[in-house]
């Protein structure tokens, strides 16, 4: 493994120990080794500074995953300059509101992707605002220059404390503005090393990067890729079936990295027959949103490998837990591991006051990978509690042996009558019915109840659609109690999911709601 103090540090030590490794492979074939990748950075560095971008300027870029996108974050770390990745699925008013709160120097787009006219929305955005960023158009290309031109590389610092803001992330702002989360290279790159520690990561490792590159785990796992020499299978978008494809032609080793990117490598082995389409997979690192115990079970014995490797965290804190290569089966089943290294958590009630071991409460944390606070300072109050803890808003239970099952949102809990019903529970029970694909539980508003429980379900492929007495008697059956059995049954053919694998409740209760 190799350390280095900052992203920049990380990508000259690569080049220089694998010149000739490849670091990523896209699925049109396109190979470029940790040697091109520093020479393209540099180029391009020196392209984005001939347009004035040097230190602490802020460029916001929203690209596909990209062998140009991972080119532009070393660039950008070259010049010691602020990105603030944005993921390609938001539009003009999330878009408008991050670059101009930002206070963005360029915005870097494609020109037009997947049906979208991203120049447009650029121009659309630089007319409502009175100081507009440069619009810098990089098609499958960036900037590009003389290396020889550009000043000397910043100063890597030479503590944690003295690291620089060099990351804005927003998160998602389904119910609200987006919140610009500040971050270190410094907080990537202990989180990578905990993940890597974790997952046993090795050089030879070939990753299947399925996930949008402007999600934190993007430049989390190119951090990982440089510390560890690990090759990247990249695809610009998730597909169901292609990806997959992708993943099994290149013979990948890890697998990720959300419930739906698993199912759907799932439904390709059951759609393969007996042959294994990842002969060398290890494991399917995991994230984003709990999973249903049955599914590590059916990854392991179907796919091959330890099965899922959870972890667990926020855009304010990434990957809080995460489950050890090392760990027993039935706890890389049900839980998303321990507290990484250096992570101190909690588990708190309604009034803060913590829980006993084995007991439901919020979780907060502190941790060396916790953001600098938000860039509007004004929301830090609400986000930590008097003692200075991360209230992370997600239900859980930590046990006796420090490990973590997560059981919802503060939010997404959903009373009935007075009581509690975790969606998850719910979740976890219907996703082993065999008619089930995916399933997604919501809290509906009910004049009687106050809330109604509703499950939303995707039928499994070649099965009848699943019916709501079916449903009930199967939950029963499985032990659920009758205060969180649903009143109504939805099906539809697929269940909504967004770019990072997360289904869109909020858009579900609206859809649903009378």
């Given at each position: 493994m190799?350390?280095?103090?900052n ?6 030590a ?17 190979k470029?080794?940790y040697?091109?990748?520093r ?5 391009a ?15 916001s ?24 990745p944005i993921i ?28 979208f ?5 650029a121009e ?10 440069e619009?810098?158009?990089a098609?499958r290309?960036l900037?590009?220059g ?9 100063e890597?610092?030479a ?14 702002g389904?119910?609200?503005?987006p ?11 202990v ?12 050089e030879?490792?070939?990753n299947?990067?399925?996930?949008p590159v ?7 796992w190119?951090?990982s890729?440089l ?5 990247n ?10 990806t ?6 290149e ?9 739906f990117f ?13 042959e294994?389409i990842?002969p ?7 994230g ?5 115990p ?31 290569a ?11 591991g ?5 992570v ?33 300072g ?20 930590i046990?006796?042996?420090g ?24 979740e976890?029970?219907l996703y082993e019915?065999?008619?089930?694909a995916d399933?997604?539980?919501i809290?509906?508003?009910d ?20 019916a ?12 659920l ?5 649903p009143?109504?049954?939805e099906?539809?053919?697929a269940?909504p ?18």
């Open positions: 190799l350390e280095g103090r992203l920049w540090e990380l990508v000259e690569r080049a220089a120990a694998s010149p000739d490794v490849v670091m990523t492979v896209d699925e049109a074939g396109r470029v080794t040697g091109e990748y020479d393209a950075a540099e180029r560095a020196a392209g984005l500074a001939g347009l004035g971008i040097g230190p602490g300027d802020v460029v870029w929203v690209l596909p995953t990209w062998h140009e996108s991972l080119v532009l974050i070393a660039a950008l770390c070259r010049l010691g300059a602020v990105q603030n390609p699925i938001y539009r003009d008013r999330e878009v408008g509101f991050v670059t101009r709160q930002a206070g963005a120097k360029a915005l870097i787009v494609p020109g037009e992707w997947r049906g006219d991203y120049v447009a929305m659309r955005i630089g007319a409502d605002d009175p100081n507009p960023p619009v810098v158009i098609e290309s900037p590009d003389d290396p020889s031109s550009l000043p000397a590389a910043p890597p610092p503590t944690r404390a003295d690291e620089p803001v060099t990351w804005l992330f927003y998160t998602s389904t119910t609200a503005d919140k610009g989360a500040r971050h270190s290279d410094g907080d990537l790159i989180t990578a090393r905990g993940m890597c520690d974790r997952m046993l990561c090795r030879g490792d070939r299947l990067m399925a996930f402007t999600h934190i785990a993007g430049p989390i190119l951090a890729s510390m560890y020499g690990l090759s299978v990249i695809t610009e978008a998730f597909d169901p079936k292609a997959p494809e992708l993943a099994s032609r013979d990948v080793t890890l697998a990720g990295s959300a419930t698993h199912m759907a490598y799932l439904a390709a082995q059951r759609a393969a027959g007996g294994r990842f060398s997979l290890r494991a399917c690192p995991g984003g949103a709990p999973k249903p049955a599914l590590h079970t059916e990854i392991q014995q179907e796919l091959g490998g330890q099965g899922i490797l959870s972890g667990w965290g926020l855009t304010e804190a990434p990957i809080l837990t995460m489950a050890s090392l760990d027993p089966d039935d706890k890389l089943a049900t839980t998303e321990r507290a990484m290294p250096g101190l958590l909690r588990a708190v009630d309604l009034d803060g006051n913590e829980v006993g071991a084995g007991e439901e409460g919020e979780l907060r944390a502190k941790a060396p990978q916790m953001m600098r606070g938000y860039l509007d004004s929301l830090d109050a609400d986000a930590f509690d008097a003692d200075g803890w991360f209230r992370t808003g997600d239900l859980g239970v046990d006796e042996h490990y973590v099952r997560i059981t919802g949102r503060v939010k997404d809990v959903i009373i009935r009558k007075g009581e509690n019903v975790s969606a998850a529970e719910v976890n029970l019915h065999p008619k089930v399933v997604a539980v809290g509906l508003p004049a009687e109840r106050g809330e109604m429980v509703c499950a939303v379900v995707a039928t499994a492929e070649g099965a009848d659609a699943l709501f007495d079916e449903m009930v008697a199967f939950l029963k059956d499985a032990g109690r009758n205060q969180a059995l009143e109504r049954l099906v539809v053919e269940m999911r967004n770019a990072t694998g997360k289904i869109p409740k909020h858009e579900l209760r609206k859809t649903y709601a009378d």
